[in-house]
């Protein structure tokens, strides 16, 4: 998360532009999950994973597996692993199965996040929605 203090200090902010972009991406998400069945619950993170460490990503996984009822969908955009992770940070697709271990999440869907709104060099992140169902225990 350091990285996002100091480029909000140099006042370079494109994620900002980012949400009326991805909205329309994102209720069709909730809207998809709405009538393929009742929800026992949802979470949502948009960008907070790919700014921790192997261990806090474990630990945020952990918490949300925690409070996550059997059945419950997690939503998460996360960037991609890029020529720009120092400055803006991301994730891979392998980091983010590494943390929502198989026994406790069943991986629905990976699809690609649009990049419209989020200018340079965010938008060669290849941002991805990962979708994410709470296996019953």
Known sequence: MANYARMYRLGFTPWERYGPAAGAQLRSWLERESTE???PGRALDIGCFQGLD???QSALAR????LANPGATLL???FGDS???RMVEGVSQTEVEAAFQ????????VEAAST?????PMNRTNPQWYRFR????
């Open 37 to 39: 069945r009742e929800s």
């Open 54 to 56: 192997q261990a806090q």
């Open 63 to 66: 918490g949300a597996t925690a």
């Open 76 to 78: 998460m955009l996360a």
């Open 83 to 85: 020529l720009f992770r």
């Open 102 to 109: 198989a026994s406790e999440w069943e991986l629905r869907g």
């Open 116 to 120: 419209e709104g989020l200018g340079f």
């Open 134 to 137: 709470r296996i019953s225990s």
